[in-house]
T-cell receptor, first 111, second 118 residues
């Protein structure tokens, strides 16, 4: 079993839809959770960073962490074609620890 | 524009060639990383330098040789590569782990160097 599971998609939605991206993990020691966005032929860029459980909101993006269920989510409201990218979840145990990435979900937002 | 600059953007090399990938950052980060990413796969960690010292080597074959000349530069020397080494090579930087800090896991990636080995 992989430490972090993420549905690779692809996921296709119409413009304006609410998108839900999810990862599950097996190791309860993970404490730091991140979402990276990667456009085609570019490096990943940090989108959201969360420590421990709870929600974090930044504009159209909301990250949720449920440590009791070992489940993290990224919600995108009012999705735009410019949101079309691969979204990678990542997590680690401690400061400076090795990031464990999910497989990445390929998202396409159609105009 | 990314604050981590990688050169070259594209590189084609034969199996007997020697080439180098270069990475530069001016954010004052003291940890720098090399990752390898194959198509439709997540990045795989290769090496980590912390304060210019190699701190993690993920059992990478010796045909890949990292070098950190100073706190802003990171090189990856390539020699006798195989076609299966063709991939996107990503450099990243961050602050090293600090107790109570929140920045250590925040990696800033470069755009990558796309390597093709013939």
């Amino acid at each position: 079993q992989k430490e972090v599971e993420q549905d690779p998609g692809p996921l296709s939605v119409p413009e304006g839809a609410i998108v839900s991206l999810n990862c599950t993990y097996s190791n309860s020691a993970f404490q730091y959770f991140m979402w990276y966005r990667q456009y085609s032929r570019k490096g990943p860029e940090l989108l959201m960073y969360t420590y421990s459980s709870g929600n974090k909101e930044d504009g159209r993006f909301t990250a949720q962490v449920d440590k009791s269920s070992k489940y993290i989510s990224l919600f995108i409201r009012d999705s735009q074609p410019s949101d079309s990218a691969t979204y990678l979840c990542a997590m680690t145990y401690n400061q400076g620890g090795k990031l464990i990435f999910g497989q990445g979900t390929e998202l396409s937002v159609k105009p | 524009d990314t604050e981590v600059t990688q050169t070259p953007k594209h590189l084609v090399m034969g199996m007997t060639n020697k080439k180098s990938l270069k990475c530069e950052q001016h954010m004052g980060h003291r940890a720098m990383y090399w990752y390898k990413q194959k198509a439709k796969k997540p990045p795989e960690l290769m090496f980590v330098y912390s304060y210019e010292k190699l701190s993690i080597n993920e059992s990478v074959p010796s045909r890949f040789s990292p070098e950190c000349p100073n706190s802003s530069l990171l090189n990856l020397h390539l020699h006798a590569l195989q076609p299966e080494d063709s991939a996107l090579y990503l450099c990243a930087s961050s602050q090293p782990g600090l107790a109570g800090g929140t920045g250590a896991n925040v990696l800033t990636f470069g755009a990558g160097s796309r390597l093709t080995v013939l």
